[in-house]
């Protein structure tokens, strides 16, 4: 699978103001023009993921104008925290993801391909500083991620503070805690959030969560990947609204 790619600032212009849905566009830092000016304004307003890279990731675009910009297009598109929520009926206990700066894509990949089977009704990420959706995310998710609702969002705090007048209670993936996963009901309108591959969940973020949970560790090993604690908390979710059921 490739994802699909738009060389050139005109044809980027265009597309943003069309509002075609942008993973990222990569830009030489030397290439300044009053085009790339118009774009640069453009991607500031708009909260378009950029990045400066060196000419050198342009060797394999030679045969492309591109002058000295390209973008990636979204292969998978993203709605609103609004549209995500709206049809969620709450009497029925849904379960939502909310990824804090998880930025490997195999890993997000493997997060999306749990979420999937254990009923998770959307993923909420960020706008910046999140694993791109591409090609290596889809493929490691075996497709999932066209089957789940994916939300970007520019603050997590204001997701949560959204979600809680919502209804949902919010759970933090944390090893500052004395409380183990197995401690939280999750038989509720339920958001749990998984930190950053090194950092965790941000300590600002996790002072407005409602409760903060982690899982038993023995051995010198200190912590999981975090698509494996993912699956570990979910699954408890989903173990826990089985044994209600019964």
């Known amino acids: 699978m490739k994802t699909n790619e738009i060389f050139g600032s005109r044809a980027i212009i265009e597309a943003i103001n069309a509002n075609t849905q942008i993973e990222k566009v990569y830009i030489v830092k030397e290439a300044q023009n009053e085009l790339s000016k118009e774009l640069f304004d453009l991607l500031k307003k708009s909260n378009t993921p950029y990045q400066y890279v060196p000419i050198q990731k342009f060797r394999k675009y030679e045969d492309k104008n591109h002058q000295g910009v390209f973008a990636k297009i979204a292969l998978v598109e993203t709605i609103s925290i609004e549209t995500l929520t709206e ?10 993801l909310m990824l804090d700066g998880v930025n490997d894509v195999r890993n997000f990949g493997a997060i999306a391909r749990t979420a999937v089977c254990t009923n998770v009704k959307g993923i909420i990420i960020l706008e910046k500083g999140a694993a791109p959706i591409n090609a290596d995310a889809i493929k490691t998710s075996a497709g999932a991620l066209f089957n789940i ?20 209670q919010i759970v933090a993936a ?9 401690d939280i ?3 509720k309108p339920t958001a749990i959030i998984m930190g950053s ?4 969940v941000n300590p600002s973020t996790l002072k407005i ?3 903060k949970a982690k899982l038993p560790m023995y051995g010198t090993i200190e912590s999981l990947n975090v698509s494996v604690a993912c699956g570990a908390f979910l699954y408890e979710a989903v173990r826990q609204k089985i044994v209600v059921s019964e």
């Open 197 to 200: 591959e090194g950092r965790g």
């Open 87 to 96: 049809n969620l009926v709450l009497s029925d206990n849904p379960m939502l």
């Open 174 to 182: 944390s090893e500052k805690t004395d409380a183990l996963v197995y």
């Open 209 to 211: 969560c409602d409760f």
């Open 185 to 187: 009901d999750f038989k």
């Open 149 to 168: 609702p994916v939300c970007r969002v520019n603050h997590l705090k204001d997701a949560i503070y959204f979600l809680q007048g919502s209804g949902f």
